[in-house]
């Protein structure tokens, strides 16, 4: 069989987890240049940022040599079959349609694009960013929006399972908490550490490890250096607390394993990768209940902690909305963590399901055979 190949514009971390890194029979992924790449270094390197919407555009002229184009997010503005893969609604980097007048050019350029015949599919990763794109064309003239949702599908990111067994909890003599991720207080950390905190009586049986850079600063905790400096001190203020700034993902990977409980109480979160890692290890997370969480954790094989949602998403609009946030978050928390603590054998059959939810709905063979199916529509 002929080996087809499938262009690409970037190969990062949501290329890898959702097509590059599975094995498609019959088709390779080659990384491509376009237009806006080598109009987007110049931008790079004078503003120190990358562009807003060149990110997101490919236009190569037909010029590349190959059969198909995969994104992630991004759109072809060329003639050549395409699909794309996104995660929350598209234009991305777009508002809400009419919000502001100058980006009308940038998301009726997009919107055509999706129309149009060379794009073959778009590709959900939840149920959630189907949702937010149907959301974002309610306004949009029947035929353009009809043309876009006809080719809509969900296919979750894939995740192999990454343990055999479940390791029993009551064999530990305490409960290993693990927390992942750069933007430490935009995924729930300060409220960890607070929660940490109340629970105080309990450190001797408890033990927390971050793998974090501690980034401050987000859109949607809008943490401050005074919460650095809290997070920091609470670090410091118990022994059963460890911080890495970095840790290769294979390491990441073990503390998974070794944990009992992972945690991404997340402020906002469009998917939740970790999650899929944390259940494939057989390590029940707990999370919040906006973006795509519940779709990928419930009570059966982890814990939801239900805040507040706009529009599907938890992050707080405001300073009281932030208030009562953090609240539940603490509290929830603490409830969780007392009940795992009191129940290691509902911990265990957490741990279990895990597993079983991940070989069922995340399989990487079946992910692969999907998009083989997919191209090869796209192709004929």
């Known amino acids: 069989m002929e080996n087809k190949i499938i262009g690409i514009k970037a190969n990062y971390y949501p290329e890898i987890r959702n097509f590059t890194g599975l094995e498609i029979e019959g088709f390779s992924f080659v990384k491509k240049h376009d237009f806006y790449k080598f109009l987007s270094f110049p931008y790079f390197k004078l503003l120190h940022k990358t562009h807003p919407k060149w990110l997101n555009l490919f236009q190569d002229y037909n010029l590349g040599k190959y059969d198909m184009l995969h994104f992630f997010n991004a759109i072809s503005l060329g003639s050549k079959p395409w699909v794309v893969t996104f995660e929350y ?26 129309a149009g015949n060379a794009c073959k599919q778009i590709i959900a990763l939840s149920a959630y960013a189907e949702n937010a794109q149907i959301d974002y ?6 035929k353009l929006k009809d043309a876009i949702l006809s080719k809509i599908v969900v296919l979750h990111p894939s995740q192999k399972l990454l343990v055999n067994k479940v390791v029993p909890s009551t064999d530990k003599e305490e409960l290993h908490l693990v927390m992942v991720g750069a933007d430490f207080f935009r995924k729930g950390g300060l409220e960890v ?18 793998v974090s850079s501690m980034q401050f600063g987000d ?30 993902n294979p390491e990441v990977i073990n503390l998974f394993k070794q944990a009992d409980i992972a945690l991404l109480p997340s402020y ?7 999650v899929l890692e944390a259940q494939a290890c057989a390590c029940p997370v707990i999370t919040t209940n906006g973006g795509a969480f519940t779709e990928i954790n419930n009570e059966a094989c982890g814990w939801v902690i239900e805040v ?9 609009r405001g300073k009281v909305e932030k208030e009562t946030f953090q609240k539940i978050l603490v509290a929830g928390l603490e409830k969780v963590i007392k009940s795992a603590l009191a129940d290691k054998d509902a911990l265990d059959k957490k741990s279990a ?3 079983q939810r991940i070989a069922e709905q995340h399989d990487p063979k079946r992910a692969a055979e999907t998009l083989r199916n997919i191209y090869t529509k796209a192709l004929a």
């Open 89 to 114: 609604f598209l234009p991305r980097g777009a508002h809400q349609i009419g919000k502001y007048p100058k980006e009308n050019k940038y998301i009726n350029k997009v919107l055509k694009s999706l």
């Open 137 to 142: 064309l309610k306004n949009v003239d029947p």
């Open 193 to 210: 550490l607070r929660a940490m905190d109340n629970l105080n009586a309990l450190q001797d049986k408890l033990k927390l490890t971050i």
């Open 219 to 248: 859109y949607a905790s809008r943490s401050t250096t005074e919460d650095v400096a809290e997070a920091m001190q609470l670090i410091q203020k118990y022994s059963n607390i460890t911080l890495h700034h970095a840790l290769p």
């Open 268 to 274: 906002d979160e469009t998917y939740g990768y970790t």
């Open 308 to 316: 507040p949602l706009k529009e599907g998403r938890s992050i707080p």
């Open 353 to 355: 399901v895990c597993m």
